[in-house]
């Protein structure tokens, strides 16, 4: 009975981790589709970003309010009306396309639609993980998830360029739409479970905007939890450098055509990452995977800025995104399990906000960081050019390459910063499980 009970809530699992990992392929072709469409046509670098700009403010604001209405509603509906109300807005650019209709502006205001609905789904979905599945099983579930986020990255954009010729971008759009209707129809098919009540009290029961504040107020009870938020937040600092910098730097000494290798070989490394998560699932102490694999990517970005050269670039980034994979899968499966499921959608809502909060900074700083420090210290006669120039190189693109090496070391302090902190170190075992496998037996009946 208990053997059929879970077997039954990992098949309605993947039933819904299909959905989404189609969804988001569809995402990507439209991501895509509309940046190439928006650089196009107006020729702006600052106006291809805003569509990141508004894909991001409204995630990280309206997190908390979303993850106050997944505690509340009935969390496949959540993801429904995520979904759905996603769909719409992305439905609106092709009727406008369809009708020669289309502004720039337009696609401002519906990615920032679309990305509003769409912050309903991450915490309904990290949420609903758990009922569903084993705590044994969470490290593997999570490895799936980030397949699906890999599998997007690596065929989206390959996809896209070959369908906007052949359909065009309107095409494209419709495509992605369908697969919201798909991912929508499987979460129709589905049943999930309620989460049980796991404390006596009403946890930060009452009016909707205290409910949007117990994310915080949980988290700052739990310093191991706090404390992992802010290492991730600052991994996440670090992370949104190289996205800015990486192309740069390549493009610096070598051609677009290698810059393109270099990008699918980093798709492939998350693929890689997630496969062998889906395989392993993690070590036994999933906070080992976070820190230990932290201390891999910082590696890998040193890698990246030791010399000029396309393969070595690759194979850093490869290894990076590997890491970043396990990293993720690990990290997710150890909230999951030490979060109490009536809150989850608050406090994930929550950990998204500050976690991804500091990549907008890091968009800001880091071309300022390179354009008047970093790359003017390895110029010929730079400040640094008699020091680190003879070990990485001078002129264009090195600076770059020195901060990348800067951050690598960077990150591995924080890494060895969460082992020696006992509130991050030990928070597996400071914390309770909060679901324990008889509970998901019953949820999966």
């Not at 699992?13 to 190439?36: D, E, N, P």
């Not at 150890?334 to 950990?351: M, N």
């Not at 880091?366 to 001078?394: E, Q, R, S, T």
């Amino acid at each position: 009975m208990q053997q059929k009970s879970l077997t039954g809530g990992m098949v309605t699992f993947i039933t819904i981790w299909l959905g989404q990992s189609i969804s988001l392929i569809g995402s990507g072709l439209t991501g895509f589709a509309l940046g190439v469409w928006v650089y196009q046509t107006t020729g702006s670098a600052t106006q291809f970003a805003l569509i990141a700009v508004c894909t991001a403010l409204p995630r990280i604001g309206l997190s908390p309010l979303a993850g106050a209405l997944v505690d509340r509603w009935d969390r496949r509906w959540a993801m429904i009306i995520g979904d759905s109300g996603a769909a719409l807005g992305t439905l609106a650019i092709a009727l406008l396309f369809f009708s020669n209709q289309l502004e720039v502006w337009h696609i401002y205001l519906a990615t920032a639609f679309s990305s509003a609905f769409s912050t309903l789904q991450w915490p309904a979905y990290a949420a609903i993980t758990p009922l569903l599945v084993s705590k044994e099983k969470l490290g593997r579930a999570n490895g799936l998830v980030q397949f699906g986020r890999a599998a997007s990255e690596i065929l989206a954009p390959a996809l896209a360029g070959i369908l906007v010729l052949a359909i065009q971008v309107q095409g494209v759009i419709l495509i992605d739409v369908a697969t919201f209707v798909f991912a929508v129809t499987t979460l129709l098919l589905v049943r999930v479970p309620h989460p049980p009540s796991t404390t006596k009290e009403k946890t930060g029961k009452g009016s909707l905007w205290r409910e949007v504040a117990y994310g915080w107020t949980y988290l700052t009870a739990r310093p191991g939890l706090m404390g992992l938020l802010i290492f991730l937040a600052t991994v996440n600092f670090f992370w949104g450098m190289l996205a800015v910098l990486i192309t740069p730097m390549v493009l610096s000494f070598t051609s677009a055509d290698a810059l393109g290798v270099i990008i699918s070989v980093a798709g492939l490394g998350m693929l890689t990452g997630s496969l062998v998560m889906t395989a392993w699932g993690g070590p036994g102490r999933r906070i080992y995977g976070v820190l230990g694999f932290e201390m891999f990517s910082a590696a890998s970005f040193v890698l990246m800025g030791w010399q000029p050269s396309a393969w070595l670039i690759a194979l850093g980034a490869f290894t990076a995104h590997l890491a970043i994979a396990i990293i993720f899968a690990c990290n997710q499966a150890l909230w999951q399990s030490k979060v109490a499921p009536e809150v989850q959608g608050r406090v994930f809502a929550t950990q998204q906000m500050i976690a991804h909060a500091t990549m907008p900074l890091a968009f800001l700083v880091a071309g300022p960081l390179v354009d008047y420090v970093f790359n003017p210290w390895l110029m010929p006669g730079g400040m640094l050019a008699n020091n680190a120039g003879p070990f990485i190189g001078i002129g264009p693109g090195r600076g770059i390459a020195l901060l990348f090496m800067v951050m690598g070391l960077i990150k591995f302090g924080v890494a060895l910063a969460g082992f020696l902190n006992p509130r991050i170190r030990l928070v597996e075992d400071e914390l309770p499980d909060t679901i324990l496998e008889k509970q998901v037996v019953a949820l999966a009946v």
